[in-house]
């Protein structure tokens, strides 16, 4: 698959706007400043094509991002404070709109923070996603954060803590200088592929 030759699609801020599902989707999920869109700019080999922002709850729109085989979908950040009811209310709406819809989701990528436990959106999440049957992968971001010492130590205690998900794996990455981004493309390909196969 090449990640090189993608391009923004357009944007959505409500789920009715969505159009239908004609090709796999890849489905990135995540709280607000926990280092989406600088992963998915480094999946693409792009600076900016996913808009990085240092105010967090800045992506209130799905996103859509189009490759040859394949779209990225990009989801408003959760669990942000500092924004009002109304507007979490329309986050709520979007992305559950968008999961309600009969679309072809190949792949979701659940992320978290690595230096931190998952928050309660994150476990609310990861509870819908399994126990509605996604096929989903957790990124582990920002591992460049940690010392080498400190990685394995948060790996294993991520390891434990989400140890309810049976079969559930754990992608520790860096958007910064690349750990474990070829290991996330590669669950990408062969759920494209088996997607394909069905």
Sequence with gaps: MNFQIVEFEASYGKSKQIPPSDMPEIVFSGKSN???SSLINKILYRKSI???SATPGKTTTVNFF???DVRFADLPGYGY???SKSEKDRWAELVEGYFAQERNIALIVQICDIRHSPTKD???MIDFLYSTGYHFI??????????KSQQQARINALT???SAYEGVRLYPCSSQNG????????AIEDSVFEENEE
């Design 34 to 36: 926990v280092g989406k």
């Design 50 to 52: 996913a808009r990085v």
């Design 66 to 68: 189009k490759l040859k």
């Design 81 to 83: 404070a500092k924004v």
């Design 122 to 124: 994150d476990i609310a």
């Design 138 to 147: 957790i990124a582990l971001t920002k591992l460049d954060k940690l010392k």
């Design 160 to 162: 434990e803590e989400l």
């Design 179 to 186: 750990q474990g981004i070829d290991e996330i493309r590669k």
